[in-house]
Structure formats: C-alpha cells, structure tokens
C-alpha cells in the first residue's frame, strides 16, 4: 500500500468513496434491523430496493466508466467504433427490460425475474475480469463478448422490474410517490458514485481485471441484499398467478439461451440499429393496439405516456456521451492533475445524491401552491439544460482555445447542467409510466420506457462515433463541433415541449386517477 505521505488527489477520491460507501452501509444496518415498518415516512421495503439497486449499479457504472478506455487501450478499437460499440452495449441493456418486463407481468412476477437478472448480472461482471493479452486478435476478447452478453440480458430482467416494484409499495394517489422513486434514484446515484470512483480507481491505477473484478463482488453484495430483504417487499412483485415450475425453469432455461443470441448480436452493431427500428415500430403498434382498446381516459393516459417516452432519445443521446466521447474528452484535452479520467464519471451520481433531496422538496413545495410543472413541462425544462450544458462546454473550451488544455471546471459545469436536466426527466418518467399504465400493461410500459432509452444510447454512440470523423481518431475540433449542433437541436425540441405541454397535461386525466384495487 502507497504511503499516505505519497498520495495524490486519486487516491484521497478513492478513500472518502470507501467511507461513504461505509456510512450508507451503516445505515442500511440500522434500518433493516429495526422493529418499526417505516424510515423516515416511506415503507422498509424502499431502503431494501435502494440497497439492492445501489449494488446493482455500483457494479454496472463502475464498469461503465472504464467500457471506452478498455475499448480503446486494452482491445485496441479505433475512437470512433469503441464508442459504437460502447452505443450498441448501452441500448441492449435498456432494450432488453421490454422483454424482462413482459416475462415478470405475465408469468414470473417482479421479484423472481430481478433475482434471475441479478444471478446472470453476477456471472458478466465477473467475466469482464478475464483480461487475456488484449488486442483484436487475442481470442479471449470472446469471453469479453460473453461478459457483454450476459449483463445486456441480466439488466433485462432486472431493470424494468426493480423500478415497478417501488410502485408496487403505494397506492397510486399516495403523494410520497414521487418522492419514493426520488430516494431510490439516490441509490441508483451513490452505487453509480462509489462503484465508478473505486473500480475506475482499480481499473486505471491497478490493471483492469481488479477494476471489474470489483464491480462483480458489488453485484454480488447486490443479490445478498435483495433475498434477505424479501419480507419487506410485504408481497409486492409475486407471480400474477401460480406458476409450474416446469414453465418456471424454462422461462430461465430461455434467459441462458438468448445470452448466446446477444453474444453474437454485439459484434455487429448494425444489425442492432436495424433491430431497434423493426422492433421499436412492433412495439408502438403494440402499445397503440392495446391503447384504441381502452375508455377515453385511460386511452389518452397511454398517449400521454408515448408523447413522454418519445422525448427519450434525444435526451439520453446527448447525456449518453457521458461514458463515451465526454469520456475520452476528459483524459485527452482536461487539465485534470493526477486524477484518473474514469474517476469523473461520478461526477453526475454525486449532483444527484446533493441535488435530489432538493428538487424532490422543490417539486412538493410547488406542488402545495398549485403551481408545480407538470411531467412533460419537466421534460422540456430537462431537454433545455441538456443543450445549455453541451454550449457551455463548447464556450469553455473554445475560449481557452483548442490547442490548449481545457479547464476541468467546465467539466463540472457539463456534468451539472446534465444532472439537473437528468432530475427534470428521469425520476419524473418513472413515476409517469408507473402511475398512468394499466396494471396489466405496468412493466411493459416500464420496459418500454427503458427501450426508448435504449434507443437514445444507440443515438449516442452514433454521435460519438461522428466525433471520430473520417479517420475514426477523435479530435477536439470535431467533438466541439457535434456537440455545438446538439445542443442547439435540443434547446430548441425543448421550446416545442414546452407549448405543447398544457395539451399534454390535459391527457394524463390526473384529476379522476384511482388507485388499483
């Protein structure tokens, strides 16, 4: 171990990470061993989800932080198809969820699809850990795929089912609903914030296998949690009805099998654009097949629902460069001392565990008087600081000049200007999709919420692999350029969102919401 004498401002990051890691851990103690069914207002089975979330994305940002340097440095891919491929990997995981959800409603229930999800989560983020000698040729990258494979089909049991079981702990018109699914974005938050600090650490300082090696033991940590804390789920994700357990084991023996499916699926990211475009188009006649079957105001519900899940791509295409192009950004053209470019991929997780404890208080505030924004009004308030943070970055950096090193605090101005854009959006969609789906459409249309932000990753390696230009070598001159573009395109969806939203408002029938029996 380094003397302390000798540390730089890594290695200071990465001890204050396993702190807090240390002082939520405690926490969790306290809470699960507590008679009383309730913390601090909300049910115990919230903190058991935002501790077995926390795990689960400790594991999948930490890997996420090292994905486009592992690409590029350890496999040798060029700029431009590292973040395609990184574009590809990242719509999978969102993409599978349509299917892990649809599995869950009908046949599996929430709680033992996201256990399934967790075991398959486990076995990919352990085999990231084999390393091989790197370099395109080496046949180990195969196992690389295989790792791949298998957290893309892992998050799709897990994803969508995890977020409705929140739900699942309140009545419809309970008002701690928001506020629920705000808690539990934290815990998403500080799992993404330590995991990306302590295995970007691993991974850039120690050798890659230590890296991902960790994120495998957070996803197992993860799996811990959540079957020792069944009995605060007090039922919530059961089967909708009595399963066989022959059915059971095939439902699983099909999970295994598509990971040999998405093994090959990876390698070529075409056929994944093509799949999103057939596959996006069936499930929209789906959803509208089911929607033109239902009353008027749940019909309307359902389209209010698709006018907000439609805003997803172009937001998470821009926030989505976060781990691809704005990540090699940072190592090549920041004046970032000793810290390790990986490290700042926690910056957006810590804004959020700062930041949504104050936009949750902000949201009810304005909601006792009457004058909260409605969802898709927060959507277009997320699409306007998503472009505004994309400018700042590019007014930043061509005021120091291109030749020169940017300043890391434009750095924080991006990250800040995305995370609050990230508030406005992404909390608020899953409470919409949870709180305006028909019960027998709940985690389809949770999945496909996550599948429109699947289509938004692929848009984002699209973007960055444009950075790459020609050559496929990212340049500053050009990524400063895309993201110029961007920003302005989304700043001005965001103006239209906003004079279409009182239209919006008026779908989603808020006034005449019941609960579930």
Known sequence: MKDMGLWNEGDWIAAIAVFVLAVFLAIGARISIQKEPEFAGHPKGLYMLFFAEMWERFSYYGMRALLIFYLTQHWLFSDSKSNLIYGAYASLVYITPVLGGYLADRYLGQRKAVLFGGVLLAAGHSLMAVEGVGGQSDPTINVFWAALAFIIVGSGFLKANISVMVGQLYKLTDVRRDGAYTIFYMGINLGAAVGTILVGYLGQTIGWGWGFGLAGLGMLAGLVVFVLGKSALNGAGEAPAPLAKSTEWLLYAIGVASVGVIWALIQYQDVIQNLLVVSGLALLGYVLYESFKLPKEPRERMFAILFLISLNPLFWGLFEQAGGSMNLFTDRFVDRGDVPAAIFQSINPIYIILLAPLFA??????????????????????????????????????????????????????????????????????????????????????????????????????????????????????????????????????VAVLLVSPIVKRWMHLDTLEDRP
């Open 361 to 494: 208080a902000l949201w009810q505030w304005l909601g006792r008087r009457g004058k909260e924004p409605s969802a898709p009004a927060k959507f277009g308030l997320a699409l306007a600081q998503m472009g505004l943070a994309n400018l700042v970055l590019v007014w930043g950096a061509e005021a120091y000049g291109i030749a020169a090193m940017t300043p890391v605090i434009f750095v924080f101005l991006y990250y800040l200007l995305a995370t609050t854009g990230e508030l406005c959006l992404s909390p608020v969609g899953l409470s919409a999709m949870n709180r305006l789906a028909p019960s027998f459409l709940a985690s389809l249309i949770m999945g496909a919420w996550f599948y429109m932000t699947a289509v938004g990753n692929f848009v984002a390696g699209k973007i960055g692999e444009a950075t790459g230009g020609h050559g496929g070598e990212m340049s500053k001159e050009k990524l400063l350029e895309i993201y110029a573009l961007f920003g302005w395109i989304s700043i001005g969806a965001a």
